[in-house]
T-cell receptor, first 114, second 113 residues
Framework: NAGVTQTPKFQVLKTGQSMTLQCAQD?????MYWYRQDPGMGLRLIYY???????DKGEVPNGYNVSRLNKREFSLRLESAAPSQTSVYFC?????????????FGPGTRLLVL | AQSVTQPDIHITVSEGASLELRCNYS??????LFWYVQSPGQGLQLLLK??????LVQGIKGFEAEFKRSQSSFNLRKPSVHWSDAAEYFC???????????FGAGTILRVKS
C-alpha cells in the first residue's frame, strides 16, 4: 500500500516548455487534489476532482490543466511553463468531499522553471 | 472569504520544553479546523482535526489543540517536545462540504538540544 505517489520528484524546465505531473493513489479514494506550496504562502489549491470524471478549479488554476484519467490517477499539466510556476506541487486524495474526510498527501514534485 | 493566519514563521524550543503554535482563522460559519505537519522533503500528515463537540482535541504524536470560538483560534500544543518534532506545521480551515481547505503560511519548528 503505497498511498499517494507522484512523479517526477524533481524537474527543471525552461520557460515555455510543457510537462505533466503524475499522481496516483491506491486507497480507492474518490476525490483527488493538486496543491502548490510556495514559501510564506502555505498550500494553495490548484484543481480538484470530487469523483472520477469531474474536475473543478481551485484558488489558483491559471496556467494549469488537469485530467482525471481514472479513479486512481489525476495528472496536472503545464502547457507553457513560466518562472512563476516554480514551486513544490503536492497531490492529495480523500475518500470523499466531505471535509471530515482526511486528505492524504504525496511526497511532492519540486519544479524549477528557468 | 476564509483565511488562516499563523503569526509565527519560525519558533525554536529546547528539547523537553512545552510548545504552543498559534493559529487564527477567519470564517463566516462554524469552521472545520486542521493541523498538519510536514517533515523535511515529505508530504503533509494530519495531526488532528476539529469539527464539533469537545473543544480540546487530541491528535497523534502527543499533540493537542484547543478551539476557542471567541478568539477565532485553534492553537496547537505539546507538553514536551522531542527532537523529531522539528518540522513545519500548517493550520488549515475548511467548509463543512467540499473539502477545499485553506492553509496558513506555516510555522517552522526548530528543536535545540
Amino acid at each position: 500500500n503505497a498511498g499517494v505517489t507522484q512523479t517526477p520528484k524533481f524537474q527543471v524546465l525552461k520557460t515555455g516548455q510543457s510537462m505533466t505531473l503524475q499522481c496516483a493513489q491506491d486507497m480507492n479514494h474518490n476525490s483527488m487534489y493538486w496543491y502548490r506550496q510556495d514559501p510564506g504562502m502555505g498550500l494553495r489549491l490548484i484543481y480538484y476532482s470530487a469523483s472520477e470524471g469531474t474536475t473543478d478549479k481551485g484558488e489558483v488554476p491559471n496556467g494549469y490543466n488537469v485530467s482525471r484519467l481514472n479513479k486512481r490517477e489525476f495528472s496536472l499539466r503545464l502547457e507553457s511553463a513560466a518562472p512563476s510556476q516554480t514551486s513544490v506541487y503536492f497531490c492529495a486524495s480523500s475518500r470523499g468531499t466531505a471535509t471530515q474526510e482526511t486528505q492524504y498527501f504525496g511526497p511532492g514534485t519540486r519544479l524549477l522553471v528557468l | 472569504a476564509q483565511s488562516v493566519t499563523q503569526p509565527d514563521i519560525h519558533i525554536t524550543v529546547s528539547e523537553g520544553a512545552s510548545l504552543e503554535l498559534r493559529c487564527n482563522y477567519s470564517y463566516g460559519a462554524t469552521p472545520y479546523l486542521f493541523w498538519y505537519v510536514q517533515s523535511p522533503g515529505q508530504g503533509l500528515q494530519l495531526l488532528l482535526k476539529y469539527f464539533s463537540g469537545d473543544t480540546l482535541v487530541q491528535g497523534i504524536k502527543g499533540f493537542e489543540a484547543e478551539f476557542k470560538r471567541s478568539q477565532s483560534s485553534f492553537n496547537l500544543r505539546k507538553p514536551s517536545v522531542h527532537w523529531s518534532d522539528a518540522a513545519e506545521y500548517f493550520c488549515a480551515v475548511g467548509p463543512q462540504y467540499g473539502n477545499k481547505l485553506v492553509f496558513g503560511a506555516g510555522t517552522i519548528l526548530r528543536v535545540k538540544s
